[in-house]
Nanobody, 124 residues
Framework: VQLQAYGGGLVQTGGFLRLSCAAS????????RGWFRQAPGKEREFVAG????????YYADSVKGRFTISTDSAKNTVYLQMNSLKPEDTAVYYC??????????????????WGQGTQVTVSS
C-alpha cells in the first residue's frame, strides 16, 4: 500500500487549503483512514479520521468546525479541506490508513500505512 499526499503550501491566516491523499495497492473502503500533523519539536498528533465505511468522521478539538475529511471512492483518494487556517495549524501533514476495518482510531500506532507528508505553512 502506498499513499501519496499533496496539496500543502503557504497561506495567510484565515485562508484555506485542500490536501489530497491518493492510495495505490489497496482501496480506502473498508479501512479506517486519517490525517495527522507534526510541527517542529512536537509529537505527531491526530487531526481528523473517518470510519471504515467513510460515513463517520471525527476530529481533534483544535480543528473541529474548520477541517473536513472526506473520501472519493472512485478516485481512491482522501481529502482534508482546511478552512479558517491559523498559524498554529502550521505543520507537516500526513495521511494514513489502518488495517482495521472498524472503530475510531486516533493514535498513530493504530495506523499501518503512511504518506510522505506535505508541508502546510500559515503566515500571520
Amino acid at each position: 500500500v502506498q499513499l501519496q499526499a499533496y496539496g500543502g503550501g503557504l497561506v495567510q491566516t484565515g485562508g484555506f487549503l485542500r490536501l489530497s491523499c491518493a492510495a495505490s495497492g489497496r482501496t480506502f473502503n473498508g479501512y479506517t483512514r486519517g490525517w495527522f500533523r507534526q510541527a517542529p519539536g512536537k509529537e505527531r498528533e491526530f487531526v481528523a479520521g473517518a470510519s471504515a465505511s467513510g460515513y463517520s468522521t471525527y476530529y481533534a478539538d483544535s480543528v473541529k468546525g474548520r477541517f473536513t475529511i472526506s473520501t472519493d471512492s472512485a478516485k481512491n483518494t482522501v481529502y482534508l479541506q482546511m478552512n479558517s487556517l491559523k498559524p498554529e495549524d502550521t505543520a507537516v501533514y500526513y495521511c494514513a490508513t489502518s488495517q482495521y476495518g472498524y472503530g475510531i482510531r486516533r493514535a498513530p500506532s493504530e495506523y499501518h500505512y503512511w504518506g510522505q507528508g506535505t508541508q502546510v505553512t500559515v503566515s500571520s
